[in-house]
Every structure is written in structure tokens, then in C-alpha cells.
């Protein structure tokens, strides 16, 4: 874990409701049996908080915005795109808080990220989220988590997120108005192949490609104010809003088994490199272990952030990588 997590992440109920002690409502045995293995619902007291409400979202944007940390605002314009686009594609607003006051008029899709550093409910509502998944899971989740977040995400009507996956073990909490999530299968290698993973765990975010003719492998969740879906890590999914304004909150964590198998992805796509074929992790229980050691070798010594935690590695070897792909491409052999 590391070490600015347990101070950031205070314990106990938000300061200013009273309504809560809990937040998930599901059962034990559905939790344990699902837990970053598949998609399962679950319901949630969020709704009764009010902390979620557009106009204390809109404190917590001009926090971030008067913070300088213009990377945790990100308010794109996805009226012209679908499903098969890719985040990047899309066009970024320029006057950021001014846009939520107009989602209901225009495309928008804005994210608040790291809510929990601008808004101490926010941190709370995360810290109550970490001790009952640990009790629900009954495991030491706490120490488990190396990252965590809460994610605040506002859509215009009609808005389609892009497929795609996430490293992170997630849940998506529907606050306000409706939205359908389409969730595959994490281990379906015909919607998401294995170098479609390395690729994506080299720092190429956008490398999972929606296949229309592979939709029928996917669930799609109905979610409404008060309901909740789990994203397994690596979890392929679109999004559609419904007919109203969507207020959804995303609670992501990275967990020390989930960068290991990280590591082992990011050896297969250098080993690849070289044409060799490297085994998927799980085949192979001594080589897993070679490739997380090596590749872990090469981590920043105290992560920071998301990007520090699961791509370090990738970003210091950049420069030989490009080097070796130059001498392998000189002997004939990339």
C-alpha cells in the first residue's frame, strides 16, 4: 500500500448527514461469490445523503478547478460518438463548471476525479466503502488496496461512454436518473484477447476494440437511483444514459494482486516484441512469478498515483524498448 493512502482516507459517517450508517445492501454470500470474478447488482443508501446532489458536485468542481489540478476535471462533448469511439477522440469543453449547469441542453460527459482530496464527505463516504467491502468480501481488503477513489460522473441525456476496460476493481453507484451498463466477461478472450490486454497494460489505453458481432456475449444492467453494479478488473463495458440528466459515482481501487498480474502482462508484451510467444498469466505459476519479479523490479520506489502504480514500469523503460525494438528490427527477428 502506499504510504499517503491510509492518511488521505478518513473513517466515519459524512460530517453533514445523519441518515446513513450503512452503504451497501446485499447479501454476504452473493458478495463472496462474486467479487472481481463477475458482474453482480447490489443496492446502496447513497441516494439518501445528499452529498451527491448537482449543486454540491458543482463545490467539489471549483475545488478541483481553483486546486490547479486541471488533469481531475475532464469534461468531454460525446454527442457524435459511439460506443466504438475511443475517449480520446472526443472534443474537450473549454468553460468547465459552467457545463453541468447545462447538462440537460447539450452531450456532455464530465468526470470529477480524486473527489475525495476536495471534498471530505466524499473521503468518508470512500473510507465507510473500504470497510464494508473488507466485510462483506471477509478478507483484509484495506491492506489489499494500494489506490483508491471516488470517481463523480455527470451525463447529458442520451450520452454513450465508449467500450472499454479499466485495471481497477470497481462499482459504478447510480445516484440521480438511469443508465444501462453492458458488462463482458473479464476472462471471454474472444471479446477481449490476450495481446488486446498486453497492449492495453503498455500504456495503449484505447487498444480494447468494441466488436458488434460479439455484443451477445455482454450483460446489460439497468441501473437506477439506488442501485449499484460491480466492474470485475479488466471487466470490457459500454455505457448509454437514459432520457434524464445521470449522476453515478465510481469507487475504483488497485490491489497488490491485480498489479501483479499487471506486471506479468507488461513481460508478455516485451517478450512479444522479440516474436516470442509468452504464456497468459495463470498457465504458467513459476513463470507468473519470474515475469512480476523482474518487471516489479523496475516500479517507482513510492507511487503517487494511478498512472505511478500500474504503468512505472512501462514509462522507465521506454527508452530501452525503443532501443530493442531498433536492434530487433536490424536482425530480422520484429
Known amino acids: ?178 443508465k444501462d451498463v453492458c458488462l463482458f466477461d473479464p476472462g471471454d478472450r474472444e471479446v477481449l484477447p490476450e495481446i488486446e490486454l498486453e497492449r492495453f497494460y503498455a500504456s495503449s489505453y484505447n487498444t480494447p476494440r468494441y466488436k458488434p458481432e460479439l455484443q451477445s456475449h455482454g450483460q446489460i444492467y439497468q441501473l437506477t437511483p439506488g442501485e449499484a453494479v460491480h466492474h470485475p478488473p479488466v471487466a470490457p463495458h459500454w455505457v448509454k444514459n437514459g432520457s434524464n440528466i445521470s449522476v453515478s459515482l465510481s469507487i475504483s481501487f488497485c490491489m497488490r494482486a491485480l498489479e501483479q498480474r499487471a506486471r506479468i502482462y507488461q513481460a508478455n508484451f516485451m517478450l512479444r516484441q522479440l516474436r516470442l510467444k509468452p504464456r497468459p498469466p495463470g498457465r504458467s505459476p513459476r513463470g507468473d512469478a519470474l515475469k512480476a519479479r523482474l518487471v516489479s523490479a523496475l516500479e517507482m520506489p513510492n507511487p503517487k498515483t494511478f498512472q505511478d502504480i500500474v504503468y512505472s514500469p512501462m514509462t522507465r523503460l521506454k527508452s530501452p524498448m525503443q532501443f530493442l525494438k531498433r536492434v530487433s528490427g536490424r536482425r530480422g527477428i520484429a
Open 1 to 178: 500500500m502506499n504510504i499517503a493512502f491510509e492518511s488521505k482516507i478518513e473513517r466515519g459517517l459524512p460530517s453533514n448527514s445523519d441518515e446513513i450508517d450503512h452503504i451497501l445492501e446485499t447479501s454476504e454470500r452473493t458478495f463472496k461469490e462474486n467479487y472481481n470474478i463477475r458482474p453482480f447488482k447490489v443496492h446502496h443508501t447513497l441516494c439518501r445523503s445528499g452529498l451527491f446532489e448537482i449543486p454540491e458536485i458543482v463545490k467539489t468542481a471549483r475545488n478541483i478547478i481553483g486546486s490547479g489540478n486541471a488533469a481531475d476535471f475532464l469534461a468531454l462533448d460525446l454527442r457524435k460518438e459511439s460506443i466504438s469511439s475511443k475517449f480520446t477522440e472526443a472534443a474537450q469543453h473549454d468553460r468547465l463548471t459552467e457545463v453541468i449547469e447545462r447538462l440537460g441542453e447539450g452531450g456532455s460527459w464530465i468526470r470529477l476525479s480524486r473527489t475525495q482530496d476536495y471534498n471530505p464527505d466524499y473521503a468518508r463516504v470512500l473510507a465507510m466503502l473500504i470497510d464494508e467491502i473488507g466485510t462483506y468480501a471477509d478478507r483484509p481488503f484495506r491492506q489489499e488496496v494500494t489506490w483508491a477513489t471516488l470517481t463523480v460522473i455527470l451525463t447529458s441525456p442520451g450520452i454513450s461512454t465508449p467500450f472499454h476496460i479499466d485495471h481497477e476493481s470497481n462499482f459504478l453507484f447510480q445516484i440521480q436518473g438511469e
